[in-house]
T-cell receptor
Framework: NAGVMQNPRHLVRRRGQEARLRCSPMKGHSHVYWYRQLPEEGLKFMVYLQKENIIDESGMPKERFSAEFPKEGPSILRIQQVVRGDSAAYFC????????????FGPGTRLTVT | DAKTTQPPSMDCAEGRAANLPCNHSTISGNEYVYWYRQIHSQGPQYIIHGLKNNETNEMASLIITEDRKSSTLILPHATLRDTAVYYCIVRVGPKGNTPLVFGKGTRLSVIA
């Protein structure tokens, strides 16, 4: 069973461009979480999605950030008009649900904004 | 979710047991204790979780005190590859689907 897959693993964007980060959950997992880890800081929750629904986006910045998890295909975290402060590692996790909510993490996407 | 307290760092000799403590004195009756680790800059890795009984899997053992106010993660035979930051997290579950709240964790260094 393949683990959580994220791509790209490294992404470089200039200020003002858009960044799209993709996450394919483990097979059979219908719950996806996105976390961000700024340099030298801890992991912070951003958003929790189930298929076609955003369940909790309390950790998501109010502007420029959006997330989706369509019925078909991977979950996408989209950052519009990136700024240098968006440079971070973005991790996606998935969980099986229901009744089992341990989260399994992907390898992350390292975004660098120049 | 209840707050947890962990020592910032620990050392362990290779081949010995690593015992990582965690205090969670405000834990509620329906909250579980989860352990994750992050090796260098990789994605966090799920290790184990428990409610009140001791748990063991292929990676580690989890010992939870009777009053549930603290717990210990035990890596029975630490190797250099176990060097990582270990996070103790308390959350409602496994039926709860709340996000994980990561603290600063314990940086475990396994020494040859």
């Amino acid at each position: 069973n393949a683990g959580v897959m994220q791509n790209p693993r490294h992404l470089v964007r200039r200020r003002g461009q858009e960044a799209r980060l993709r996450c394919s959950p483990m097979k059979g997992h219908s719950h996806v979480y996105w976390y961000r880890q700024l340099p030298e800081e801890g992991l912070k929750f951003m958003v929790y999605l189930q298929k076609e629904n955003i369940i909790d986006e309390s950790g998501m910045p109010k502007e420029r950030f959006s997330a989706e998890f369509p019925k078909e295909g991977p979950s996408i975290l989209r950052i519009q008009q990136v700024v240098r402060g968006d440079s971070a590692a973005y991790f996606c996790a998935s969980s099986p649900g229901p009744s089992r909510y341990e989260q399994y993490f992907g390898p992350g996407t390292r975004l660098t904004v120049t | 979710d209840a707050k947890t307290t962990q020592p910032p760092s620990m050392d362990c000799a290779e081949g010995r047991a690593a015992n990582l403590p965690c205090n969670h004195s405000t834990i509620s009756g329906n909250e579980y204790v989860y352990w994750y680790r992050q090796i260098h800059s990789q994605g966090p890795q799920y290790i184990i979780h428990g409610l009140k009984n001791n748990e063991t899997n292929e990676m580690a053992s989890l010992i939870i005190t009777e009053d549930r106010k603290s717990s210990t993660l035990i890596l029975p035979h630490a190797t250099l590859r176990d060097t990582a930051v270990y996070y103790c997290i308390v959350r409602v579950g496994p039926k709860g689907n709340t996000p994980l709240v990561f603290g600063k964790g314990t940086r475990l260094s396994v020494i040859a």
